[in-house]
């Protein structure tokens, strides 16, 4: 029965949604590609496409990027498109924001976001805030990029999810992909997108494949910024997402449905400028939410959208007040059982449904 | 075992003492000798490679007295630290350490060095290549197993893993490139302010050296006169990136500019140690900072998630290797100048790798911290405070 609703829906996207509840699997058409490749991908034909496009970051050329995701574009674009930098974020960061005011397109990697911190000043003051000060005479076309959040025993320095801290600023478009098509799509309407943006990846879904639809092949695909995805539609409860967490959402999901809950899961795609409508539509039709992030919970993503759906129409339509499922609120331990109780997990979600449903 | 060799070579040396036969226990697996511990050198002074200067008048002396019992005592802690990271890089592969792990092998004569060129109550900070600094401040290799295991008994609980362990006067194992830099002149400012005769030697390596704040640090040390020894390992790359192609001035030596500097052979524990005497004197006559660039090099790639020969030739690898290893150079000068022979040495390596093999059976057995734990230390002498956990159902405790 919820098949058939599905399927009457979203039209042209049924069969999209109905594969992807089993995820992952391939279809005749489509193709397996990992989130690395569609990164790779998409940062090769944007270089292609517009001459005045480059590359800078720690180890992005010879050493074909710290996770590989620059594979093979200095050999293919050389020196000049491709540059590796000394270990100096504030300085390259801002050497990026210069070139983006004098007309070029830069792509800046940092190696993971934790290290973005040496060089936010440029990010939020310098590129950030410039249109606005200057009263649309200077656009910073600028695109920060690099793996965020947590990774696998890499401890308390270097596990820091930054999606709340650049979420907070205006000037600044800060996007959160998930699975291969956002990390291409995303990316390339980064690129092209006339300001700063920073581009939050997740090492730990750098290797894991999806399949990647037709169109999702094309050297134009992009996905609109400012706009979040149904990944599954369901009746009961809303559940809101970003990054890697989005996987988590849709396993809760499918656990939960065999005790008959139907989950909706959105992937938030953008954190800023965040889609409230979509989320707003899905819990006037669900009447419950929860949101899951692995960031930290004070002033984060989850906290955000509580926030954003009490000040809106879908308030009134709540039957339960929203919860947020989050990171542990400590500095993230190394030891794995330590690790492994720090993040969100699938029981986590699937508890927090059920308390919120009061089933 | 041991009590076993000293009661052989007691009742040997009594029998033996003039004519220095040999005499090999039957079956024994470890040959005893009978040379009389009086017949190896007590010290002999070596002649050593000449520092490069800057803004100096003169550099520390190009000779070196080494005592039996110091050259004995470099030789263990360099074996030790050597075999520590080795067994580091097997638990790596075994999946039993994760995360990141930076090792030091190549590297021993700077920290041993160091180390013998300050005193326990100076203080030291460094970067995330640690292991080696963390054992020469104190902490024992048990410990430090442990924790890149992430068991209880590791030396921060299991909670830093590889690039955050602590000791007294040692802090840390850092992982942000280049923060420890600051840092360590901070510290430097303490001992000034609390009047202290203590210094800080603060260390960098070469893929740091660009890094702005250190050259904010050079300042602010300079002016204020703080007793800071910086010191630069340039093992030659930053990550991928070799120095040529990372600065602009590879002679880190000179990068402080205003201060004094001196390039040091960093493969060689007793050049380290006279230009660590030479430079904390510097500092403890109120000085102020002094820069010291200790050239070195290291056989594992960056981290164990780089195997550490695309930027660089297998070949370089195995010519400093075979030409300039820190605990080769140790070794031939004690046992050409009879300071030493080779079965005393084994009988230090045989200890040696017992005490490696004990620490990783207790690293692989001590049980992982318990989740009680997870929230705590999170402020220092505050009250108990409740945590949030994953969900709002969740609370958890936390006590400093």
Redesign the interface.
């Known amino acids: 029965m919820a098949l058939l609703r599905c399927a009457l829906r979203s039209g042209k996207d049924a069969v999209g949604a109905i594969l992807r509840r089993e995820f992952h699997k391939t279809s005749a058409a489509s193709l397996q590609m990992t989130v690395r490749d569609a990164l790779n991908q998409a940062m090769d034909e944007e270089l292609e496409r517009d001459e005045l496009v480059f590359l800078l970051g720690?180890?992005v050329a010879?050493?074909d990027g710290?996770y590989k995701v620059s594979r093979g574009l200095w050999k293919k674009y050389g020196d000049k498109r491709i540059v590796?930098t000394?270990?100096?974020e504030?300085?390259f960061a801002g050497i990026a924001v210069g070139a983006a005011m004098a007309g070029l397109r830069p792509i800046c990697e940092f190696m993971t976001f934790?290290?973005s911190?040496?060089a936010i000043d440029q990010v939020i003051n310098s590129a950030a805030k410039t249109y606005y000060m200057s009263a649309g005479l200077q656009p910073v076309p600028v695109v920060f990029r690099g793996p965020n959040g947590a990774?696998?025993?890499?401890?308390?320095?270097?596990s820091q999810c930054f999606a709340a801290w650049y979420g907070h600023c205006p000037g600044l478009k800060v996007i959160s992909p998930w699975n291969s098509e956002d990390a291409k799509g995303l990316l390339k309407s980064a690129i092209r997108d006339d300001n700063p943006v920073v581009f939050l990846e997740n090492e730990l879904m750098y290797g894991v494949p999806f399949e990647m639809s037709e169109e999702a092949q094309s050297k134009d695909f992009t996905i609109p910024i400012g706009k979040a995805k149904v990944e599954r539609p369901g009746d009961h409860i809303t559940v809101v997402s970003h990054s890697r967490y989005v996987g988590h959402c849709l396993e809760a999901a499918a656990i939960l449905a065999k005790e008959g809950i139907e989950c909706e899961v959105i992937n938030l795609r953008t954190i800023r400028p965040m889609d409230v409508e979509t989320i707003e539509t899905s819990v006037m039709k669900t009447n419950h939410l929860v949101t899951v992030e692995g960031g930290w919970?004070q002033f984060g993503v989850g906290a955000e959208i509580c926030a954003m759906i009490m000040e809106g129409p879908a308030f009134n339509y709540l039957d339960a007040p929203a919860?947020?499922?989050?990171?542990?609120?400590?500095p993230m331990?190394?030891?794995?059982?330590?690790e492994d109780?720090?993040?969100?997990?699938i029981k986590?979600i699937i508890?927090?449904v059920k308390?919120t449903l009061n089933v | 075992m041991r009590k076993m060799l000293t009661i052989i070579s007691n009742v040997l040396r009594a029998s033996t003492k003039k004519n220095g036969a040999q005499a090999v226990s039957e079956g024994a697996r470890v040959v005893v000798s009978s040379r009389s511990y009086a017949d190896f050198t007590p010290q002999a002074s070596f002649d050593i490679k000449g520092c490069d200067l800057h803004r100096l008048e003169e550099g520390p002396a190009q000779q070196a007295v080494l005592t039996r019992e110091e050259g004995l005592q470099y030789y263990r802690t360099l074996q030790m630290m050597r075999r520590m990271e080795l067994k580091a890089d097997q638990l790596y592969k075994q999946k039993i350490i994760r995360g990141f792990c930076h090792l030091y092998d190549g590297q021993e004569a700077c920290a041993v060095g160091i180390e013998a060129g300050i005193n326990p109550t100076d203080h030291l900070i460094t970067a995330y290549r640690a292991h080696g600094y963390t054992l020469t401040r104190g902490g024992t290799v048990r410990e430090i197993m442990a924790e890149l295991t992430g068991r209880r008994g590791g030396i921060a609980k299991g909670k830093g893993g590889s690039m955050h362990m602590y000791t007294k006067n040692f802090y840390g194992g850092n992982g942000i490139v280049g923060a420890q830099v600051p840092l360590g002149a901070g510290v430097a400012l303490a001992c000034k302010y609390q009047g202290r005769n203590e210094l800080c030697v603060t260390l960098y390596g070469d893929g740091a050296a660009n890094q702005g704040q250190i050259f904010e640090t050079y300042n602010m040390a300079s002016l204020w006169k703080l007793p800071c020894i910086f010191i630069c390992e340039n093992n030659k790359y930053g990550m991928g990136t070799s120095v040529e192609r990372a600065a602009a001035s590879t002679d880190y030596y000179k990068r402080g500019d205003f201060i004094p500097g001196l390039r040091v052979d960093g493969m060689d524990v007793l050049c380290v140690r006279e230009a660590t005497k030479f430079a904390a004197d510097h500092c403890r006559a109120g000085k102020g900072p002094i820069l010291m660039e200790l050239q070195t090099y290291r056989y594992h790639g960056h981290s164990m998630s780089d195997p550490g020969v695309s930027y660089r030739t297998r070949e370089e690898i195995q010519e400093v290797r075979s030409k300039s290893d820190p605990i080769s150079m140790l070794k031939e000068r004690m046992l050409s100048n009879n300071m030493t022979n080779v079965e005393e040495l084994k009988e230090i390596d045989v200890e040696v790798r017992k005490e490696i093999e004990d620490a990783a059976q207790f690293a692989t057995t001590d049980p992982e911290p318990p989740l009680e734990e997870l929230c705590n230390h999170l402020f220092s002498n505050d009250q108990p405070l409740e945590v949030r956990g994953t969900h709002p159902w969740t609370k958890l405790k936390s006590v400093s």
């Not at chain 1, 990774?151 to 270097?158: C, I, R, T």
């Not at chain 1, 919860?323 to 400590?330: F, P, S």
């Open positions: 720690e180890e010879q050493y710290a590796d000394p270990i100096t504030m300085g934790n290290f911190m040496q990774s696998a025993g890499v401890a308390a320095q270097h919970p919860v947020r499922v989050t990171g542990v609120d400590i331990p190394y030891a794995k059982i330590l109780n720090s993040v969100p997990q986590d508890f927090s308390k």
